[in-house]
């Protein structure tokens, strides 16, 4: 299917003005909404559509997946500087990213992240342009079955994200899960534990609860602490230094395959898959401990991921014009008025067109790179900003955020009562990320569960005799034991020690 | 554990218990496979084993209290509460007010809390940035926020 | 009094100026002479990239540009549309919010549930724009050559028939149950998986060879029949469709009443501003008459199909009545 001349063709039309300025907007306007918490590239791109209709349908495609992938890239600003994820993959990002800020170090946090998006969001097209079509097969096989072996991977992240007490870990996976399950059974419409109350029937959604979750809460328990400003420490460098670079060279790598791959599969959140990243970056690390203290490979990973994670989405939207995201779909439907149709028609008739948007994503890339890196002072600089007027302005970002997720203002008291339960939880020890995954990870792995015993017909062995599935499952269990015997190696010496006093 | 994790383990298995009531009855549909009762049920069988093993660990002996207190106390502590009672204060003044003069006067009175500016500066900052980004949000980006009966 | 110097303090009040104005320049303004004079709210009750989703963005960029004013699309998921609807019925009548209807949201909603909180009638129906069939998509390894070897296969083993029914409650599903049941087989025994993300996960699952068919529109058909991984064995319409001549239907291979049309049509609250429905109405005859909405309305496949508010309700009513008694008949509806 691949031709270099192809590829070059589509650079050339790519590299004229008018395309250029289209990428260029679209690529601002992604980090812009990547930025804003709540507000996200799918209500970005829907709001856009009409006047897509004005441009041809190039430029405007052009824009629009401009916009997807810039928001990766914006998302990570927020998470690094004020604990407030701006787009629901930039979550794992807060663990590191903020702590880092705390100590000064925004600069070298947000440079990386900018870095090795970058990294990853070039690379994970090499995979786009090579193995499209091939790879997009392999999407097309994962069932439920596969997604639940897929699902109960993600959780085993979950151990390694519970700090120091497990069993406050599995609570607040636990209520995690339990949030999902409140409101409307999405497969036989029954209402569970809304008592009778409308406003429950839809549930929680995820990003409202990561805004009251990591940004209200760490704005209560910093207006407790007093604090003046982000930056306790003076802000040092702005750059990462050249050995730190060399150092995250291996996470940028496995963060990128690791995006791409789990970009292509339909229904897997971004979210998860940086996630995923987060937890494979600290599995690999010779200092595991030191994750979540502000160590910039916690935010490499994640960056990585979530970039490659769009080049992996436009796998089976170019393949069988089969989008994976509701962010996909919305550039689906622009496609569609034009009256393209994504798939084998496209690539026998009109394929230049496709490679003119693959072009166009690495001069995206490139472009946001060049943007992002000389900003980073001045967004380092929030991390000065006195916080009498800081916290009032981003309450009233993360108000508009959470109304703007469904239009809905109940949702409102949902990200305040998540707020005080974030700072509750922080003030006792619980680490509100396990509760984030699993509201996130919990309606698909429990709709993909009951639809894979509707296959068997209630038999749970299909589990097992599935190959991919059995091989995930199994790789979940060793995982966990890992992180278990992990956990228990670097509590033993304290044990020891408190053994002895006696001598 | 502290005195605190026993409350968050009377809570969990409480909770347990809620769950349990309300999924049993519904953990097979009337089909005989799995109904939407079944999920609920081992989710709460989870925290129940949890709130357990907090209080086995209590009773282990196991009560580090190097941590800070729970409820807030002191200057911080009021400024917690000033700043979490004016978040639940602007929620129901939106519904009022509109989003526009509740933001205001939300920005303005925080202001006030947590720093010490003079009056110009804040009345200007709060202005100026709750009309941009009523302006911004409202007029560009076609957001209906919620407007009170004054229309802001 | 403040100590700044006078030059900080201009800025100062131009700053607060400035604010205050961009602020009041966000009042909310009361209708006035001409319909529409502020932009128009559209609610979808699906996400977006779904048929209703495009259906509205088809309509809204019409209406846009016909009205001059924008019609902005909102998307407000969940409950099976039934926030959605509340929302809509709950907001102003003034004329500046309406709602994009379909079979899923409404005759189907409420065929299928006992609870719900409001009734199809409650609400001002602004007729219908589109109406498109819904196609019986199989994989294309499956070996059956058309509907009736299907059905054949299902009543003899049905508990291998695994077949993909989009949410629950919603139009794909009917789509799969009434064919069934005109097959003289209980969609009970089969091995009907829902998905509640709608219908586009079940045409992948199709693809992927997890379920034997799966309700599908005709830009599904469009997309996935040249890849040569699904055949066509029915659709689900009175007459053969212009698009697709082909396709047999399903009333010709003897299953009379599998007959589904898939309309789109725009809504609005109870007491709607009557100079907006005259509008709206208005527009439907235009729409209706212009060609290049057609055309791209072909562009995108979505077959326009008009009907007055009137008959629209009526039909909505009837098909509603119609559904309830499949739904009672197959144990869906309690």
Redesign the interface.
């Given at each position: 299917m691949f031709a270099w001349s192809d590829l070059l063709a589509g650079f050339g039309t790519a590299i004229t003005p008018m395309n250029l300025l289209w990428c260029f907007i679209g690529s601002v306007l992604g980090t812009f909404v990547g930025v804003l918490p709540g507000v996200g590239p799918t209500p970005a791109i829907a709001m856009l559509l009409p006047i897509t209709s004005y441009l041809g349908p190039t430029p405007a495609i052009i824009m629009l997946a401009g916009i997807y992938y810039g928001s990766q890239y914006g998302g990570s600003t927020t998470s690094i500087l004020l604990n407030m994820p701006g787009e629901i993959s930039s979550v794992p990002t807060c663990l590191d990213g903020y702590q880092l800020a705390k100590q000064g170090r925004a600069g070298p946090a947000l440079a990386m992240a900018a870095i090795s998006s970058f990294f990853a969001g070039t690379f994970s097209l090499v995979g786009l342009t090579f193995f499209a079509p091939p790879l997009a097969e392999v999407a097309l096989k994962f069932t439920p079955t596969e997604y639940v072996g897929l699902m109960v991977l993600a959780l085993a992240v979950v151990v390694n994200l519970s700090g120091k007490s497990l069993t406050k870990g599995l609570i607040s996976a636990g209520f995690g899960l339990l949030f999902t399950a409140i409101g409307m059974d999405s497969i036989t419409g029954e209402q569970r534990m809304t008592f009778g109350n409308l406003n429950l029937l839809n549930g929680f959604d995820f990003v409202v609860a990561a805004i009251g979750l990591f940004a209200l809460s760490e704005i209560l328990a910093s207006v407790e602490e007093e604090v003046g400003q982000i930056s306790v420490m003076k802000i040092g460098k702005l750059m990462p230094t050249l050995r730190e670079l060399k150092d995250n060279l291996m996470a940028m790598i496995r963060a990128t395959l690791l995006g791409f791959g789990l970009g292509m599969l339909p229904g897997v959140s971004p979210a998860v898959t940086a996630f995923i990243a987060y937890d494979t970056e600290k599995r690999f690390s010779k200092h595991p401990e030191k994750f979540g203290t502000g160590v910039l490979e916690g935010v490499t990973a994640p960056e990585g991921a979530n970039n490659s994670a769009t080049s992996g989405g436009f796998v089976p939207l170019f393949a069988f014009g089969l989008p994976s995201s509701s962010a996909m779909a919305m550039l689906l439907g622009a496609l569609m008025i034009y009256g393209l149709q994504p798939g084998p028609i496209m690539w026998q008739q009109n394929p230049h067109f496709i490679w003119t948007i693959i072009a166009s994503m690495y001069i995206g890339n490139a472009m946001l790179l060049v943007l992002n890196l000389p900003l980073v002072g001045m967004w380092a600089k929030v991390c000065e900003i006195p916080y009498s007027i800081l916290a009032p302005t981003v309450l009233i970002f993360c108000v508009i955020g959470a109304f703007s997720v469904r239009g809905n203002i109940f949702d409102l008291w949902v990200a305040l009562i998540f707020g005080l339960v974030g700072y509750a939880m922080k003030k006792l020890g619980y680490p509100p990320a396990p509760m984030l995954l699993c509201m996130i990870l919990g309606d698909r792995l429990e709709s993909s569960f009951r639809q894979s015993l509707v296959l068997s017909g209630g038999s749970l062995r299909i589990f097992v005799t599935r190959p991919i599935t059995a091989t995930l499952l199994a790789l979940a269990v060793i995982l966990t034991a890992a992180s278990l015997v992990a956990r228990r190696r670097a509590s033993a010496p304290a044990v020891l020690v408190e053994v002895d006093p006696n001598y | 554990m502290?005195r605190?994790?026993l409350v968050?383990a009377v809570l969990?298995l409480a909770?347990s218990a809620?769950?349990l009531v309300?999924?049993v009855p519904?953990y097979f549909?009337?089909?005989g496979?799995?109904?939407?009762?079944a999920?609920?049920c081992y989710?709460?069988l989870?925290?129940a084993i949890?709130?357990v093993?907090?209080f086995t660990?209590w009773f282990r002996g196991n009560r580090k209290t190097d941590?800070?207190p729970?409820f807030?106390s002191g200057?911080?502590?009021k400024?917690?509460i000033c700043?979490?009672g004016s978040?639940?204060a602007?929620?129901l003044a939106?519904?009022f007010l509109g989003?526009?003069l509740a933001?205001?006067l939300?920005?303005i009175y925080?202001?006030r809390?947590?720093?010490?500016?003079?009056?110009?500066?804040t009345?200007?900052?709060?202005?100026?940035?709750?009309?941009?980004?009523?302006?911004t949000?409202?007029?560009w980006?076609?957001?209906?926020?919620?407007?009170g009966f004054?229309?802001? | 009094m403040s100590r700044i110097l006078g030059k900080k303090r201009m800025v100062l009040m131009v700053a607060l100026a400035l604010g205050a104005v961009a602020l009041l320049l966000t009042a909310g303004s009361s209708p006035a002479a001409q319909y529409p004079t502020r932009p128009i709210t559209m609610i979808v009750p699906y996400a977006a990239g779904g048929g209703s989703d495009l259906s509205a963005r088809l309509i809204a960029v019409y209406a846009a540009k016909k009205f001059g004013k924008p019609v902005n699309v909102v998307n407000v998921v969940g409950a099976s549309g039934i926030t959605a609807t509340m929302q809509m019925l709950g907001a102003s009548p003034d004329g500046y919010t309406l709602m994009i209807d379909g079979t899923s949201n409404t005759s189907f909603l409420a065929a299928s549930r006992t609870d719900l909180p409001f009734k199809l009638e409650d609400r001002t129906w602004l007729g219908r724009w589109i109406g498109d069939p819904m196609y019986y998509m199989y994989g294309a390894s499956t070996p059956f050559k058309n509907l009736k070897e299907a059905m054949d296969f299902a009543k003899s083993k049905p508990e291998d028939y695994a077949w993909g029914a989009g949410a629950q409650g919603s139009q794909s599903m009917f789509h799969g149950l009434s064919l069934l049941d005109d097959a003289g087989i209980d969609p009970m025994k089969t091995k009907m998986l829902v998905f509640p993300e709608g219908m586009a996960p079940s045409v992948q699952a199709v693809l992927a060879g997890t379920v034997m068919h799966a309700g599908a529109m005709a830009t599904d058909v469009a997309k996935l029949l040249p890849t040569g991984k699904v055949k066509v064995l029915g659709v689900a319409t009175f007459e053969r469709t212009k698009q697709y001549p082909d396709v047999p239907t399903a009333k010709e291979q003897g299953f009379s009443n599998s007959t589904l049309l898939s309309w789109y049509g725009l809504s609005a609250p109870k007491g709607f501003a009557p100079e907006a429905m005259e509008a709206w109405t208005k527009l439907a005859q235009e729409a209706a008459k212009d060609v290049e909405f057609q055309a791209m309305a072909e562009k995108q496949n979505k077959p326009l199909s008009f009907m007055g508010p009137k008959e629209h309700l009526e039909y909505v009513l009837s098909e509603s009545k119609n559904i309830t008694v499949l739904a009672v008949k197959v144990g869906l509806r309690k």
């Open positions: - | 502290r605190e994790d968050m969990c909770t809620v769950v309300q999924s519904r549909n009337d089909r496979s799995l109904g939407s009762g999920y609920p989710i709460a989870l925290l949890c709130g093993s907090i660990q941590a800070p729970f807030p200057r911080g502590g400024l917690l700043t979490a978040m639940v602007h929620r939106t519904d989003f526009g933001s205001l939300f920005m925080l202001m809390l947590l720093g010490n500016h003079r009056w110009w500066v009345l200007a900052l709060s202005f100026l940035f709750v009309g941009l980004v009523s302006y949000f409202r007029e980006l076609y957001m209906d926020l919620p407007r004054l229309g802001y | -």
